[in-house]
């Protein structure tokens, strides 16, 4: 059966239930930048919360660190932003528009979306030049080219020129890591496809410093470990897929990459890099700062300057793939339901506790279950509309578990628990609820839109 995942129907579902939804809308939008609401909010968060816990949690070889987002200009000439980090674009004198030169065959002309730029009359483009991708601003009161900053476009110089730092106050030594997670900015010449790419994202990276030696199999287990991460995660395996890059298409530092890819609506496509980047980082920021960015070990008295093995995922594209692996239309009844098949543990809400109608008391046993609830799992109350029409409600923003409390409850004190992906339900005591729910969160779960092996 087709995916009923599109990017249509997932950006609509995003902004009727206010997941995510064009940033300045009411000036008409800013070209490909999304404010994220309520239940966007909480989606990306818990992911952003389920990568600390496998780097911080589950190890403890990494440590977490949080840089600033404007750093010394020189740390972008050592990295090679300033010289390299650039795109190859072309403008439209016909139309005014601009576009990545090595995408063309990918994108539709704007006067005539069945054609190419180039292809159509009177398309009329320029040659080729190189479009830096770094955001500058100036830094001060001053406009002159001594005070000009650029935006981080990626948070890992931030590890980088911390090295030291952390050296000196964690206590670690190689193989180690740290990790980051925060705002990166490029400016893209041709953004697109919804929340897949942006000008402005959320990184999650950590750089894992090891002795060259071992930067081989420490390659290999982090391939191995983050494409583990997105299936135990929930995301079909028949989805993902890891593909290494041909030799010419790796950077220069790079003497292994290997991309995550996610089947998304649009295709296959990057969700995260793990790159083999030896020590050129380490070794680019000691020339440039007059540092020694290297490490000594007093058992062995050898002195080196570690690899780094990257994991760089995005955690913005990270809960697009959720999202569209996640979507799904049904039947029930005669009627259709979109449902958010998230992995519990991503779900925005995991609770939501519904009164069947707003009277008998019914509303005060709901609340009253809500407080003994809220303090160990997000819970929503909601006491709006039809039975049916909540529960629709709940389906779409993936909420795993609905109880309702009805004329019984008042009786028996007990409510029904509906499950979201089986619809089943069952009569469950009051008192049991915060143990029977937080044992069911934390079972292991598999998609539903599996399909069998
Ligand atoms: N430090 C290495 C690095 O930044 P990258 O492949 O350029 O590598 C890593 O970026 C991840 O960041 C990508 O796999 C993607 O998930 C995310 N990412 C990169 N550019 C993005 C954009 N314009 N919009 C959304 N996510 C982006």
Redesign the pocket.
Known sequence: MPDAATMDKIVALCKRRGFIFASSEIYGGLGSTYDYGHYGVLLKTNVKNEWWRAMLQERDDIVALDSAILQHPRTWEASGHLAGFTDPMVDCRACGQRFRADHLQDLPCPRKPSKHPGDAEPCDLTETRDFNLMFETTMGPVEDSAATVYLR?????GIFVNFKNVLQFSRKKPPFGIAQVGK?F?N?IT?GNF???????????MEFFVPPDQAPEWYEFWKRARMDWYTDLGLRSDHLRLREHDPDELSHYSSGTA??EYLFPIGWS????I?NRGDFDLTQHAEYSGEKLEYFDSQTKERYVPHVI?P???????TLAFLADAYDEEEVDGEQRTVLKLHPRLAPVKVAVLPLVRKDGQPEVAREIVAALRGRMQTEYDEGGSIGKRYRRQDEIGTPFCLTVDHQTLDDRTVTVRERDTLAQARVAIDELPETLAARLAASWQSPKLAPA
């Open positions: 476009p990626e948070t890992a110089q990166s490029r893209e953004p929340v897949f790419r942006t000008r402005e994202f959320e990184q999650m990276e991309d995550v990057e969700l995260e890099g790159a990257e760089a995922a995005g955690a913005d594209r990270a």
